[in-house]
């Protein structure tokens, strides 16, 4: 009985392994780029991204849904980089095609992202459902996040403590704001938020590195070489027995 599910468990590792790798390498495909205005209270999933501490502005992107907060960063001109240690599910790095011709933030100068970011220099994230007028501070990733239609996603660059309720980064405005501001830019005033600028979708202006894949190719390296050996030993129990 055992030998005849060995072939199985090599099948279906091979599956699993080839779907996450596909998966992994073409983040982009299971999100599609939107018009800022195609979200609203109700549809679509806005992101934004705060680039004021290089003195830029809080970008505005818009993705449809179903999809996940990493999905949405890597999209219609958007690119992340991950880190060496964990990978690119650990976003260390963020650009869009439309400013700055690209250039992904913090830069290899001011963080080389091959180990997890410190606590006082890392990209925060934060989520706002419909209707919610608090953020959420995210410990799970983006990519385990699916936000809802009429959703706002948050990412600000800086330090926060262990439960994201103090620190540089914890953001100075609510969700309601934002939505507010979002309605009618005349609004702003006051409110703390930093300058709003629309990113529609682009193409790529340069190719984006997503950090390293060798903590995932090392494990379905593991995966399919067992599956082969599972295979292997089934076939040479199966010529015992005859």
Known sequence: MIARKLPWLATASAVVVTTWLVLLAS?????????????????????LVDFSHWGGPLLRGCGSTPTTGYALLNQGGWSTSGTVHDGPGFICRIGYAGFRHGTQYPTPAQQACVNTPPASAYWTYWQAGPGQRTWSYSQVGAMSYQPPPGSISLWIFGATNVAGAAGSAVPEFSPAQVRLLLADATTAAGTGIP????????????????????????????????????????????RVAR
């Open 195 to 238: 300058p709003v600028v629309n990113a529609p979708p682009v193409s790529m202006s340069q190719p984006a590195d997503r950090g390293s894949y060798e903590p995932t190719v090392i494990t379905a390296a593991i995966v399919v070489a067992l599956g082969v050996l599972a295979a292997g030993g089934a076939r040479r129990r199966r």
């Open 27 to 47: 983040p982009a495909a299971f999100a599609a780029a939107r018009s800022v205005s195609d979200c609203t209270a109700s549809s679509g999933a806005t992101v």
